[in-house]
């Protein structure tokens, strides 16, 4: 029978690093609550020690590679990591981190929830253009290393999950990028919004800023909409590693400006890209404050 869940969300202990402090990397230290606090101590809703070993045994499972099918809810996972990596966003379990994440356990499964995309293409720790538009499908790790975010290399290992991941990358692509799908959407919204913006006397940017800084945001969208595009069709290398042996491919970005795009204080001790490179009820495990609304 499926039970009503549980929820955490985690914080990550300070800036930098491998971003694996009290559990939120989600590499197995040993059978000990204690040890993965970031999550219990965050929890959502109502838990208690059946709960937590639960999420235990699964982290456990994740690690060895074993059994993935039972311990973690994989077909969400590849789904959620093909959005997540066409957008860039590394100032989440991605990064140097490793929060901004609801983790979700129900009946011992686990999966991971997104939460707080305002850093998103490139917005956090990116050191060029050219690493942000060609951000690599199959190592999407910043300032960290694979082997320190279980859940993506866990997954990426098995070649059946590969290539679902690379199938649900290719429908993010044509659901949202294929012609002109990304800049519609942004003109979209600009619409509602624009005028707001350059009336308000507390924005942060000023109208003329706000104005550059759409324009440049198609501009990377369709960057990074031609990079993926070609990872996928094997034209681009898929791998940090392999975009540092031979850069030939890679998509020109040096016309995209990502300091029109905004700037933030957040992030600044964590070193750039590359880094070695609901149902019912859930954990939660992610960074920063509590949001307003919590996973139920």
């Not at 040096?254 to 609901?278: D, E, P, Y």
């Amino acid at each position: 029978d499926t039970r009503d869940g549980t929820g955490f969300p985690s914080r990550s202990g300070g800036m930098g690093g491998m971003g694996a402090a009290d559990g939120v990397s989600l590499v197995y230290i040993d059978d000990e609550q204690s040890s993965y606090s970031a999550i219990f101590d965050n929890a959502e809703t109502n838990t208690n020690k059946s709960d937590h070993a639960r999420v235990i045994e699964a982290i456990k499972n994740l690690n060895a590679g074993t059994e993935l099918e039972r311990y973690v809810d994989v077909d969400a996972c590849l789904r959620y990591f093909a959005a997540h990596n066409v957008v860039i966003n590394l100032d989440s379990y991605s990064g140097s981190m490793g929060h901004n994440y609801y983790l979700y356990e129900n009946d011992g499964q686990i999966a991971i929830l997104p939460w707080d995309y305002n850093m998103s293409f490139g917005g956090f720790q990116a050191s060029n253009a050219s690493d942000v538009v060609n951000f690599p499908l199959d190592t999407p790790v910043s300032g960290t290393t694979m082997d320190q975010r279980p859940l993506i290399a866990k997954l990426f290992e098995v070649p059946d999950y590969l290539d679902s991941y690379h199938t649900y990358v290719r429908n993010v692509m044509d659901g949202y990028f294929v012609d002109g799908l990304f800049e519609a959407k942004v003109d979209e919204i600009d619409t509602l919004i624009g005028a707001s913006v350059a009336e308000d006397p507390s924005a942060f940017y000023a109208a003329e800023e706000y104005r550059a800084a759409v324009l440049e945001l198609k501009k990377l969208g369709d960057l990074r909409a031609q990079s993926v595009t070609g990872q996928l069709n094997g034209s681009i290398p898929t791998t940090t590693k392999a975009q540092q042996a031979d850069d030939s491919a890679l998509i020109d970005a040096s016309s995209l400006n990502l300091q029109t795009l905004g700037s933030s204080n957040m992030g600044s001790g964590g070193g750039g890209m590359g880094g070695g490179n609901i149902g019912d009820g859930g954990f939660a495990g992610r960074g920063g404050q509590r949001p307003e609304s919590a996973v139920q």
